[in-house]
């Protein structure tokens, strides 16, 4: 399933991966501000790094806007550089589905890392979940991840696993491999995510369960 995954990714970046990669490196730089805004750690918190905390919470969305641009790319559609800002139309609603799926993860940190791991995965589709559904409740859109990645986990964590060459060859060319190497898992994932979301049954109405 891995490979079939891989290679649908393959065919919807074929003749696409020259924006995708000056998209990331984007994305790249964009994240990259925080660490500009920070002291050493070595001294007392300044107000400059006050700054960096507020810049990295407007950033938030960005992480949404990629994996919305590479679903984009993984559905063939048109895509262009204001799609990566897109998730800011939903800034609230954004930034409030990635602190309480922080709490969470943290809260399952305290038990045992592992579990936390296995969660983490229970609320990798979040984001695309956010991106087909606007209108959704934060709780609501992670409850649809955890469910949705029921019987699923294991299936992402072997795609996730699969890429591991990729990754070590990104490190041996000094991160600049990276620049084609993450374009390709993200859109992976998409695929993934809408793998699963085709697998579902039509729901009337959506039936409230605890998230976590």
Do not use: C
């Amino acid at each position: 399933m891995s490979s079939q995954l891989k290679k649908s990714a393959k065919e919807a970046l074929s003749g696409r991966w020259g924006f995708t990669v000056l998209m990331f490196l984007l994305f790249g730089i964009l994240q990259g501000i925080p660490n500009l805004l920070s002291s050493d750690y070595d001294e007392p918190f300044q107000m400059i790094d006050f700054i960096g905390l507020i810049v990295t919470v407007l950033l938030i969305p960005l992480s949404a806007g990629w994996g919305w641009f590479a679903l984009s790319i993984a559905r063939g559609e048109k895509t262009k550089i204001s799609d990566l800002f897109e998730p800011y139309k939903y800034f609230v609603k954004v930034v409030l589905l990635s602190i309480v799926q922080f709490i969470f993860l943290f809260l399952w940190a305290l038990l045992l890392v592992v579990p936390a791991i296995i969660k983490s995965f229970s609320y990798m589709l979040t984001y695309y979940i956010l991106r087909d559904e606007p209108s959704i409740g934060v709780l609501e859109a992670i409850t649809r991840s955890r469910q949705m990645m029921d019987g699923h986990k294991m299936e992402a964590f072997l795609l996730i696993l699969s890429f591991i060459g990729w990754f070590l060859l990104g490190v041996i060319t000094i991160g600049i491999g990276f620049l084609w190497i993450i374009p390709y898992v993200s859109v992976t994932l998409a695929k993934f995510y809408d793998r699963i979301r085709g697998e579902e049954a039509p729901v009337a109405e959506s039936t409230f369960v605890a998230p976590y």
